[in-house]
Structures are given as structure tokens and as C-alpha cells.
């Protein structure tokens, strides 16, 4: 069965710029998480979708951020206009369910850079 | 939210057992205690996770005492593939899979 993958594995663009980066998470997985690092700093949670919804969007940065899920499947966090803090580590992360009893699946992350 | 604090780094040599342990103080009574392990260029991965006593898989064992305010990872016989980061994580009892990441524990392994 496939992990959580996610496109492109590294992005770079200049300030000013959009970016679009691709989560596919497990099939079957109804949530679905969004967390990135940027550097020198812990991973943080963006937001979480429930199927098609958004369940918590607490820790977007700010409105440059659009994450959507059409269809529940696959899911699309849009940065625009890229700033160069917004550099860093930006992972996906499904489970079949909620609570933290569930186990979390991580992909290997989108490694944004932007100069 | 229940904020853990673990070791920053941890050295330990092939097939030594490594035991790093997490204090979380403020943690609520439907939180559950996950640990995962991350290696470099790749996304943090599940390890074990527990909610009180021991819990053991094929990978490690994991020790909560009665108060829940600590637990400790066990690592049996480590080999220079564990050398990773090792991350305490303890859920919000809202449920949501929001995990608060804290620094986790650089374990390296040395031959």
C-alpha cells in the first residue's frame, strides 16, 4: 500500500512568486494534516481537513495560504505570494481517524525554498 | 496544552539500550503519549504510543508511571541506523490529530 506522498520533493522560487504543493494522502484516510518547519524551528501544525472540510485551520500563518481538498482526496496548500520566511519543510500527514489514538502517516515533506 | 521537554541530544553506542525520557506535566486525562522518529530528509514516522503502564511493539517499549507526568522511551540494542530524532508527543484532548512538536531528542548512534 503507498505511504503519503507528496510533489514536488523540492521547490524553489523567487519572493513575489506562487507555489502550489500536492498532498496524496493513504487512500481510505478521511483526515488529513498539514505541518511545515521552517528553519531552525520545531514543526508546526497548520490546519486539518476531515474529508472535504476543514476541521481546525488554526495555525495558518496568515491569509498568503490556501489549503483545499476537493473531493476529499488528494489536497493542495497554495502559497501566494511566496515570502522568504515561508522557507522551510512543509509535510502532510493522514490518519483513518481522529484522537490520539489513531496512528498519524507522514510523508516525506515539500521542501520549500524561496530567494 | 500538555508541553513536553525531552533531552536535546542523546549519544549512545551499538547495541546499548537507549532510554529517553519526556516529562509532561500539564498532560489531561484523555491525552495519549506517542513517539515518533524522524530521520533526515523524511517525515517524522510512528513508533509506539501509549496511554498508561507499559506498551511494548517490535520496535521499543514505552514506560508511563502511574502520574502520567513523564514517560520513557526504551530502545533495545540500538544500531547507526537508529541514530535519528526522536520526537515526545502528547495529543490534545480535543481529539484532532494537532500535534504540538516540541525539539525532540537527537540520538546518535555510534559504532
Known amino acids: 500500500e503507498a505511504g503519503v506522498t507528496q510533489f514536488p520533493s523540492h521547490s524553489v522560487i523567487e519572493k513575489g512568486q506562487t507555489v502550489t504543493l500536492r498532498c496524496d494522502p493513504i487512500?481510505?484516510?478521511?483526515?488529513l494534516y498539514w505541518y511545515r518547519r521552517v528553519m531552525g524551528k520545531e514543526i508546526k501544525f497548520l490546519l486539518h481537513f476531515v474529508k472535504e472540510s476543514k476541521q481546525d485551520e488554526s495555525g495558518m500563518p496568515n491569509n498568503r495560504f490556501l489549503a483545499e481538498r476537493t473531493g476529499g482526496t488528494y489536497s493542495t496548500l497554495k502559497v501566494q505570494p511566496a515570502e522568504l520566511e515561508d522557507s522551510g519543510v512543509y509535510f502532510c500527514?493522514?490518519?483513518?481517524?481522529?484522537?490520539?489514538?489513531?496512528?498519524?502517516?507522514f510523508g516525506q515533506g515539500t521542501r520549500l525554498t524561496v530567494v | 496544552l500538555a508541553k513536553t521537554t525531552q533531552p536535546i541530544s542523546m549519544d549512545s553506542y551499538e547495541g546499548q539500550e537507549v532510554n529517553i525520557t519526556c516529562s509532561h506535566n500539564n498532560i489531561a486525562t484523555n491525552d495519549y503519549i506517542t513517539w515518533y522518529q524522524q530521520f533526515p530528509s523524511q517525515g517524522p514516522r510512528f513508533i509506539i504510543q501509549g496511554y498508561k503502564t507499559k506498551v511494548t511493539n517490535e520496535v521499543a517499549s514505552l514506560f508511563i508511571p502511574a502520574d502520567r507526568k513523564s514517560s520513557t522511551l526504551s530502545l533495545p540494542r540500538v544500531s547507526l541506523s537508529d541514530t535519528a530524532v526522536y520526537y515526545c508527543?502528547?495529543?490534545?484532548?480535543?481529539?484532532?490529530?494537532?500535534?504540538?512538536f516540541g525539539t525532540g531528542t537527537r540520538l546518535k548512534v555510534l559504532a
Open positions: 487512500s481510505g484516510h478521511d483526515n
Open positions: 500527514a493522514s490518519s483513518q481517524g481522529q484522537g490520539m489514538n489513531t496512528e498519524a502517516f
Open positions: 508527543l502528547v495529543g490534545e484532548v480535543s481529539g484532532t490529530y494537532k500535534y504540538i
